[in-house]
Each structure stands twice: as C-alpha cells, then as structure tokens.
C-alpha cells in the first residue's frame, strides 16, 4: 500500500471504512489490524472496485503550493482582503476553511485539479473574509468577482463524484 493515492488511517474503531477525499482514497482501519494485511488488501481491492475504480485516482500537479500561495495574494489583492495566515495541507472533507481568527487553509489537493477550479477556491475561502456565511451577501460577493463561480463549484464536486448531476 505504498501508492500515495491511498493513504491508510489506522483509528480507534471496530471496522474497515474508505472515502474517496480531495486527497485520494482515504482508507480507516482499526488500531490491531496491520495497513498490509491480507484483509486490508481486499477491503481496499473491493472498495475500489465499488468506487468504479482500477486503481486509485493519480494526482498530478498542475501547480506548486508556492503557485498556490501566489494566487492567494492575488485575488486577495483583488478582492482587498487579508488573510491573517494562509496554510496548505491535506484536507479529506474540503477544499478549503477560513477562520473566524483570518487563517485560510487550502487543500494541498487544489494543486492537482485545474487552474480554474483553484481559483474558486481560493476566492471562496477569501470572500469569507468579508462574510462568514454562505448567504445572499455571500453568493453576490463571489457573482461580483467571480461571476461563473456556481460552474466551477459543479465541476469541482465532479471531480470526487464524476457522472453525478448535482
């Protein structure tokens, strides 16, 4: 299981799990049971094979986290925002947060999918700088500087869950 697309998470739980995350295929195991296992083997054969898939989806970067961060000022001096702290690391539920404090943190998967749907995330997390919400001020907020940003949004959500309408 040395493939970085699929990254073993041994927990304190009583069964197998998997996800399919920003990050690739997220697999949880209990604490006793050893990552290269014949039953850990198969769970993730089978779970794979559930998810539509040969093999684990492959990442390649399309930008660096420096390329990242570089966005990041950019559309906050687009959008006059400052994020107290910008931070990239693996996420397995989002994209991105932003704090109430001003931290911005971006998945360190955004580096793998297209500019565009990077750029969305990026002025997402941003925009909540201004509104913490995701209300009517928000969403005109995000139409103002990014006005087909419901597309992107579509197209990213495809890419964890591809062939589904949203």
Aim: glycine share 4%.
């Amino acid at each position: 299981m040395t493939n970085p697309a699929i990254r073993i998470h041994q927990q304190p739980r009583r069964s197998l799990a998997m996800k399919l995350t920003p990050v690739g295929v997220v697999v949880f195991i209990p604490r006793w049971l050893h990552p290269e296992s014949k039953q850990v083997r198969a769970f993730i054969a089978a779970g794979l094979k559930q998810f539509g898939l040969d093999a684990p989806p492959q990442h390649t970067a399309t930008m660096t986290a420096n390329e990242l961060r570089t966005l990041v000022r950019e559309w906050a001096a687009r959008m006059d925002v400052q994020p107290a702290r910008v931070q990239i690391r693996d996420m397995y539920r989002k994209w991105g947060s932003c704090s109430r404090r001003g931290t911005v943190t971006l998945n360190s998967a955004l580096c793998t999918v297209p500019f565009a749907l990077a750029e969305y995330v990026v002025c997402h997390e941003l925009a909540h700088l201004r509104e913490f919400n995701h209300g009517k001020d928000f969403k005109a907020l995000m139409t103002r500087y990014m006005p087909d940003w419901r597309e992107r949004s579509r197209a990213l959500d495809q890419i964890l869950r591809p062939g589904t309408p949203r």
